[in-house]
């Protein structure tokens, strides 16, 4: 079962922005998101809007590309109407479901299609998704060739016991292999792992993370299992037929994750996400928000860049707007051929959510966020503050320090950074900061 959306606010049919609320003069750059919701089978944790049956035209694998071309038509014209200056988009990223169901013509077809209707900036990243099984050495060059300059595996876990408790289907030996041939492309590397899954011991994982990093990707992501009410997991969960997760097998999963890795030379960016350091990252001493293989599509969600999704159940956010598509890919399809808008719903932010998630989303990275106007630092012993930065780190923020989940020399130059074991509970320093 695919997640249920947010009921929102009716959206116009034409699919039009308000002039007043996409904040064009804040100068915030653009990236897109190609949801392909295609797959050859639903994994028993996913509750992504994925599907293994095509809907018709405009709907299926073969015959895709016409609707997401038609949705970037729409979205050129209405950002244009709305007054938002023209932008060409600085990532591009294709997700799912599974990219790879569509086969390298399709693929380069919308990707093409997108740049002529939007654009494309020149070193753009641009990111493909895909499933081991579903990729061959020379449709890697040609996505390649074609424009592609990432590409990020569904590797999961190399312990076959843990695929199969995960509904995994792809053959793990040939993880390495792929990743190869995507380097032979010129192309930038990543696998995915997800630990906690049921079952999984501490070796399990690590035996996971060794593998992963003997592939010598450019970027490791490592995500802790969500058991998601209405998957098939979640049902094995609730009669009992799988253990619940455990919170403290996970955090101690994901420190095993921060020294293995860090060994490697990989460092955090974004809470899940690490990037390996190039020579260049080396010698410049630069920040790993800034180094070579961090996803700068994952960045621009972080940072907060515009944000244009295509595709059934894909969400977009321009500006104070936020908005989504209708789940089923045949009603999204159809939308789009009689001329309209495929959004189902919406909402408008107001300031103080834009603060929560300027501090949410900011806080996950490895720079994090401006203490300047975080409410944590008006509260000095109930007294609104005018204090200097280091005046004011007592209360919430002096906590925190003290507590070992932000970095107190940070701190004292004006920002919150995530430890180690603020990374873990990086929800309960955002109620802090935040002043709940």
């Known amino acids: ?195 906690g899954t049921p079952g999984e011991s501490l070796a399990d994982w690590e035996t996971s993370l060794r593998a992963a990093l003997s592939y010598e990707p450019d970027h490791i992501s490592a995500y802790a299992l969500v058991v998601e009410e209405g998957t098939k997991m979640g049902a094995q969960v609730a009669r009992g037929e799988l253990p619940t997760p455990d919170p403290d097998d996970e955090a101690a999963k994901y420190e095993l994750v921060d020294e293995l890795l860090g060994e490697a030379g990989y460092a955090w960016y974004e809470i899940s996400n690490f990037a390996r350091a190039s020579a260049s990252d080396r010698a410049s001493g630069r920040a790993s928000t800034t180094f070579e293989h961090a996803s700068r599509h994952n960045l621009a969600y972080w940072r907060d860049w515009d944000w244009w999704g295509f595709g059934p159940g894909a969400h977009s956010h321009v500006g104070r707007m936020r908005w989504w598509n209708v789940k089923n890919p045949g009603a999204y399809a159809g939308r789009l051929r009689a001329g309209v808008s495929p959004a189902a719903a919406g909402e408008i932010l107001g300031e103080e959510e834009r603060e929560l998630e300027r501090v949410m989303l900011g806080l996950r990275t490895a720079e994090g966020v401006e203490l300047d106007g975080v409410p944590a630092m008006a509260m000095r012993d109930g007294i609104v503050s005018g204090l200097s930065v280091c005046q004011s780190l007592s209360g919430r923020v002096a906590s925190l320090i003290s507590d070992g989940f932000i970095d107190g020399v940070a701190a004292l130059d004006g920002r919150a950074v995530l430890t180690l074991r603020g990374r873990l509970l990086a929800d309960y320093v955002t109620r802090e900061l935040m002043g709940y």
Not at 50 to 56: E, L, N, R
Not at 119 to 145: F, K, S, Y
Not at 149 to 160: D, E, H, I, L, N
């Open 1 to 195: 079962m695919s997640p249920a959306q947010p009921e929102g606010e009716r959206w116009p049919a034409d699919g039009s922005l308000d002039p007043g609320l996409v904040e064009a003069d804040r100068g915030r750059p653009l990236s897109l998101y190609v949801h392909v919701p295609f797959c050859r089978v639903r994994c028993g944790y996913c509750d992504f809007n994925t599907y293994t049956v095509g809907f018709g035209p405009g709907a299926q694998v073969g015959d895709y590309a016409p609707s997401v071309l038609a949705e970037a038509a729409l979205a050129s014209r209405v950002m244009s109407e709305a007054g938002l200056p023209t932008r060409r988009a600085r990532t591009v990223f294709f997700g799912g479901g599974t990219p790879t169901m569509l086969d390298v013509d399709e693929l380069t077809e919308i990707l093409a299609g997108l740049r002529e209707r939007i654009g494309i900036a020149p070193g753009a990243e641009v990111t493909l998704e895909a499933n081991p099984d579903t990729v061959t050495r020379d449709g890697l060059a040609q996505l390649a060739d074609a424009g592609f300059t990432r590409v990020s595996f569904g590797m999961q876990s190399a312990v076959p016991k843990i695929l199969a408790t995960l509904d995994r289907t792809h053959t793990p030996e040939r993880v390495p292999l792929v990743v190869e041939w995507a380097k032979g492309a010129g192309l930038s590397t990543s696998v995915d792992l997800i630990y």
